[in-house]
């Protein structure tokens, strides 16, 4: 590769070191597409924006991403006043302006480190009184026994899954079922891993619902192959597609596993994201209840994340990872992989902590407790609302159906293009989905991301899109944007 | 590999699919000795502590690892109070405790924010307000100009290294020369990678300097191998080492990386602890005044950290990492690399900013500028009394040599350790340092890492200390404990 000497005054050859022929091809390979063409091309806008250039709308609006608080939700009072007076570690000042309860829920945190020092690493795995706030939460949600030293606290659900990714892969030959359509953490850690996806899809027209048959099928098709299928992610609520898993559900999912002998890898950061009529089961708790000798064998990590939730504190990064029937040989590998990194961020560490263990009637005054609970049911409600908004809205628009969104922060909804829209888009290289949402980001500011980032059955189009913005009437205006560009495309392309 | 339910009713096999056979081997051979048996045997002893068992000392002490604020040194109250007020997001009530230049420092970043939110991800390389005062930085102390696009913020240095060393190995033919002794987060990722670590050795007998000819033949030795060396390691100043390279020492560092064309990767972590009478210099400065052909060729990532310094935020992973001369498709590939984890922890982010663009004369009142001032000079001071301290208190030990200690924040003496000593380890299957070390835990409740956790040449014994126990007399007691338990050693085993 030519260096970029040749713009100056000789022209001269000087081998980069690093370039397209000795990056590792499992990274140059490995997309992520919430981060991806989309991203880009928006922050490309968004300077051009700041520079002055003029576009038919005044913002970008990211309802690409699951970020709550960059569209408008706002934090949780007491736990930020829990934060900033461990920053600042001063009670009597602390007390001047935050709630004694905030006050002295961050007395408990700091009496408790050495040194008081916020400011320090902690141990590898994570602050240990926090570790078995983590576990308690576990144990009483789930009715069973956490081992504290299987917990670790995380930068986000996101290192959890990379650590554990890069246990479970050797090579190409090690597989990973994942859902699809899937969240692209799996797939561009699989890839970046140099391991193997091994599919298995989820089944729209049941609501996007588990099929044990397409279980069986894409386990056969893979070990068929020589595949080693190692492990299994589960999505639960499910991202992108927001759907919600019975008990009888993860009680197959846990046979399977166990028939199989494969590590059950459980994504559930959206635990508290539930919209419908459905209750929360951890894999964790179905696993307990199933009994001997599921519980005893079937190798687990559970992904928490304080990104996600009611609280949304995504820029914290703060999470945790559980780890269940897993030998202490892989178990100090595990350790020792996290050690390198030396420590999780504290004050999301703590953050963690805020949400596992949060204030109760018992534990704080009644004007605090109920501060904290109308802030919770306030972004729930919002969240709920506008989870129905999107479903109903996008089923109003020709060419567009969209399932129910039980949970999560998600729809994913089907877009039917006209086939002369898709060849248009095959002649520019581009897929007919990403082309849909490039375009609708250049004529409405709204970010969304093609579901080819996600995974799709051949000949769909999908686009994912958040509930997220923080106003009814400006969700309201973003669906009927994408409504009005949609029908526009559908009339000019019939 | 047996399940664990033999213990149960019925003695049953179930593989666990995470085992000594599946674990990939490069993270089963990978080691980081600052959190490994001396870490681990401390956590056990601090946990027998809890349950009241008895030691001959009343806590442990922690000399292992360099984190100032577990050891007393306290955070600096404008950067907290900026940090604080960023959380609470309310100007009004933060003015009632904090300094009127915090709160308008937390100001400029929150109103720089979308919706303000601290709690949001960021752009996946960074908050770009903080990129551009990164890149400001650089520029002021290098006189060079900076690529902000080329500006990562990341979870402490560990992450910039992490995402470098990953981009650059492909496999075991890729080498990466690390000097010996070095901070091992270098050995155990590249172990991790599996790559393969070439080693250039330090020169003991003169400081710790590096030798050029040493440089070349590590180089040799290793393309005589079939190694295709990719990058070279500098750690200045150095960990464990101590010593501060000078601006000639780095000008045959990017001599010898512009002739063999490989990657430089500057850890320059410990810009701010120099205790003796030699500057800083970065690579970056010193390519800039090399001037070209280097300048324009050579590439480079240099990593910084809110860890190190005189502020010792551990907790906070913040960090930055600066490439130069890296080319578009490189770039865009770490940028793929980092987007996956999202975004580094936002507080951690804006502790950079502080830690880049501080307060000054001109921009904040006279009482905030002393008293950060001041405490800057106190922890300086602190620092500088203790790495003297070591030094003298060290060489006067019968049986340890120590070089003198010119920055960063350890010590990295020799220790002669009698043959029947060493036979004992060999015979209990532990190498003589890491014996010593594990004794003196036992015997004093102080931990130091024993040197073949950092590299050294072989037959010879090293440890690694801090002079950050932030105490004289502590720091003296501390330094006593061991000579008395060397002066024991070496007169048993004389």
């Known amino acids: 590769m030519i260096g970029r000497i040749c713009s100056k005054r000789f022209c001269r050859t000087y081998n980069h070191s690093l370039n397209k022929d000795t990056i590792p091809l499992p990274i140059i390979r490995s997309e992520y597409a919430v981060r991806g063409a989309i991203a880009e091309k928006a922050m490309k806008m968004q300077r051009q924006m700041e520079d002055g250039v003029k ?4 913002k970008i609006t990211q309802l690409n991403i699951g970020n709550p608080q ?23 000042r602390s007390r001047k302006i935050f709630s004694s309860d905030a006050v002295d829920r961050a007395e408990y945190y700091l009496s408790n480190l050495t040194n008081r020092a916020a400011g320090a690493y902690s141990d590898s ?51 990973i079922m994942i859902p699809i359509p899937q969240y692209p953490i799996y797939s561009a850690l699989i890839t970046r891993f140099n391991g193997t996806q091994v599919p298995y899809y989820l089944d729209e027209s049941k609501g996007w619902g588990m099929s044990f048959e397409e279980l069986e099928r894409s386990y056969a098709e893979a070990t068929d192959k020589g595949i080693n299928v190692r492990s299994m992610v589960v999505i639960n609520p499910g991202n992108p597609t927001g759907q919600v898993l019975t008990q009888e559900d993860l009680n197959r999912v846990i046979q399977f596993a ?6 059950l890898l459980a994504d559930e950061v959206y635990q508290r994201n539930i919209y419908v009529d459905k209750e929360f089961c951890s894999v964790r708790k179905a696993l307990k209840e199933l009994g001997s000798p599921y519980d005893d064998d079937v190798e687990l990590a559970s992904f928490h994340s ?42 999301g560490q703590i953050g963690v902590g805020l949400m596992v263990n949060p204030p109760t009637k018992d534990t704080v005054s009644k004007e605090v407790f109920d501060l904290y609970q109308t802030q919770e049911q306030e972004i729930f409600n919002g969240l709920k609302y506008r989870a129905n908004l999107i479903t109903e809205k996008l089923n109003s628009i020709e060419g567009i159906t969209c399932n129910e969104v039980e949970g999560a922060m998600y729809a994913f ?3 039917r293009l006209p086939q002369s829209y898709c060849d248009l888009a095959h002649q520019e290289g581009l897929s007919p989905d990403l082309k849909y949402c490039l375009e609708i980001l250049s004529k409405t500011g709204i970010m969304i991301v093609p579901g080819s980032g996600f995974g799709q059955e051949e000949g769909t189009y999908h686009f994912r899109i958040t509930n997220l913005v923080n106003s009814k009437s400006e969700m309201t205006k973003a669906l009927d944007k994408i409504g009005d560009f949609t029908s526009e495309l559908m009339s000019v392309h019939k």
Chains 1, 2 share one sequence.
């Open 258 to 263: 166990h028939d199989k002998q494969i590590f």
């Open 70 to 92: 960059n569209l408008g939700q706002k934090p949780i009072s007491f736990n930020r006043e829990v934060l900033a007076s461990c920053l600042i570690d001063d009670t009597e």
């Open 55 to 58: 576009f038919p709308f005044d």
């Open 413 to 415: 909804p089907q877009i």
């Open 125 to 175: 795995t994570g602050i240990r009184l926090i570790m078995r706030e983590v576990k308690s939460f576990i144990e009483k949600r789930d009715g069973v026994e956490v081992n504290e030293d299987q917990v670790y606290l995380t930068n986000g659900a996101s290192e959890g899954i990379t650590l554990m990714l890069k246990l479970l892969i050797n090579d190409l030959n090690d597989g």
């Open 306 to 347: 304080l990104s996600k939730g009611l609280h949304g504190e995504c820029g914290l990064r703060g999470g945790f990872m559980e780890l269940h029937n897993i030998n202490d040989f892989a178990n100090a590998m595990m350790y020792k992989s996290k050690a390198v990194a030396l420590c999780s961020n504290i004050i």
